[in-house]
C-alpha cells in the first residue's frame, strides 16, 4: 500500500489542489468567453460583412450526391467553425493576459512596499553594539 500513500500525499499537496482549482474556473471561464464570442461579439461583427453566420461558413469540396440509390453527405471545409474558434482563443488569452499582468503588478507593487518598509526601519542592534555604545558613552562622560 505504498502507492497508495504516496498518491494520497501527492493528491493533498496544495500545488495540486491549486492547480485543480484553476483547471475547472479555467474551464467555466472559457464557457462564459465562448458564449460571449458566439453570441455578442460575432453577431455585430457578420452583421457588418453582411448579415453572415460564421458558424455557416463552409467550402463544399464535394457535393451531397447519389449513388446507385445510395445518398452519400458532402464533404465540407467548415472554416467558418475555426475561426469561431480562433476568436474565442484569441479574447481567452487576451483575458488571461491581463489577469496574469494585474497579478504580476500587484505582486511587484507588494515587493516594492516590502523593500522600502526594510529599509526604512534598521535592524535593531545586538547586545554587544549596545553594550560598546554604552561604554562609549561612559568613556566620553570620564574625559
Known amino acids: 500500500m505504498p502507492i497508495l500513500k504516496e498518491f494520497k500525499d501527492f493528491a493533498m499537496r496544495g500545488n495540486v489542489i491549486d492547480m485543480a482549482v484553476g483547471v475547472v474556473i479555467g474551464g467555466a471561464f472559457g464557457k462564459i468567453v465562448s458564449s460571449l464570442v458566439a453570441d455578442v461579439i460575432m453577431p455585430p461583427i457578420g452583421l457588418l460583412i453582411g448579415g453572415v453566420n460564421f458558424t455557416d461558413l463552409t467550402v463544399t469540396l464535394r457535393p ?71 561604554i562609549r558613552d561612559i568613556l566620553k562622560e570620564k574625559k
Not at 469561431?84 to 507593487?109: E, G, M, P, W, Y
Open 64 to 134: 451531397e450526391k447519389i449513388v446507385d440509390g445510395v445518398q452519400q453527405v458532402a464533404v465540407t471545409l467548415n472554416y467558418g467553425n475555426f475561426l469561431q474558434t480562433t476568436f474565442d482563443f484569441l479574447i481567452i488569452a487576451f483575458a488571461i493576459f491581463f489577469f496574469v499582468r494585474a497579478i504580476n503588478k500587484l505582486s511587484h507593487l507588494k515587493k516594492k512596499e516590502a523593500e522600502a518598509a526594510a529599509v526604512e526601519t534598521p535592524p535593531a542592534p545586538s547586545k554587544e553594539e549596545t553594550l560598546l555604545t554604552e
